[in-house]
Each structure stands twice: as structure tokens, then as C-alpha cells.
């Protein structure tokens, strides 16, 4: 493969792992949303608070990182398969990377100690 198909690919190789990456992103934005939106709900705050005071107390961060779990676990299938394809992504242009900026015989050793 030529040098400029090298480029070409690495740029398509790196715009699907920013996807990927944006993907997973999304995911754990989700599930803190939604374990947020868990806890409110569970307890409705009927309390009174002076005026800058905070509502969310320390039971209410024990229910929202509980909620995160339970969201986190009934998704892992898709975390895990997401996060396994990131590793794999990054290795395969980690090793075009390594092709395309040959500077000679330390290149191989470098892309093989980033496998």
C-alpha cells in the first residue's frame, strides 16, 4: 500500500475510533441521567432548603451510584463490546501508524511494544 493510502486509511481508522469513543461516551452519559432522573424520582424532595443550599445529600448519592451500577450492569454486553472494539481500533492504528512514519529499524520495535 502506498504511502498516501496509508494516510487515507489512518484518517478513516481514527474518525471510526473517535466514533466509537463518542458512542461509549453517550452511554455513560445516559445511564448518569438516567440514574439521576432514578434517584429524584425515588425521593421526592419535600424538604426545605435555605436559599443555595444543596438538595443532594449524602442517602441521595448512595441511591444515584447504586442506580449507576444497576444501569451499568443491565448495559455492560454493550459496554464491553464497545470497549473491546476501542482496544482493538487503537492497536490496529497504533500498527498503521508504526507503517506510515517508518523511520527506520526502531519503528517495528515501537509498534510492537505498543501491541
Do not use: Y
Amino acid at each position: 500500500m502506498s504511502v498516501s493510502g496509508r494516510i487515507a486509511l489512518l484518517s478513516r481508522m481514527e474518525a471510526a475510533h473517535r466514533q466509537t469513543k463518542a458512542h461509549l461516551e453517550l452511554i455513560e452519559r445516559q445511564i448518569s441521567a438516567r440514574a439521576e432522573r432514578m434517584t429524584t424520582t425515588a425521593k421526592a424532595k419535600a424538604r426545605r432548603h435555605p436559599r443555595g443550599g444543596s438538595r443532594w445529600t449524602r442517602s441521595d448519592e448512595t441511591m444515584f451510584r447504586a442506580c449507576v451500577d444497576q444501569l451499568s450492569f443491565e448495559r455492560r454486553g454493550e459496554i464491553d463490546a464497545l470497549s473491546r472494539k476501542l482496544m482493538r481500533q487503537e492497536r490496529a492504528t497504533c500498527a498503521v501508524r508504526a507503517k506510515t512514519t517508518r523511520n527506520g529499524p526502531t519503528a517495528k520495535a515501537d509498534a510492537q511494544a505498543l501491541l
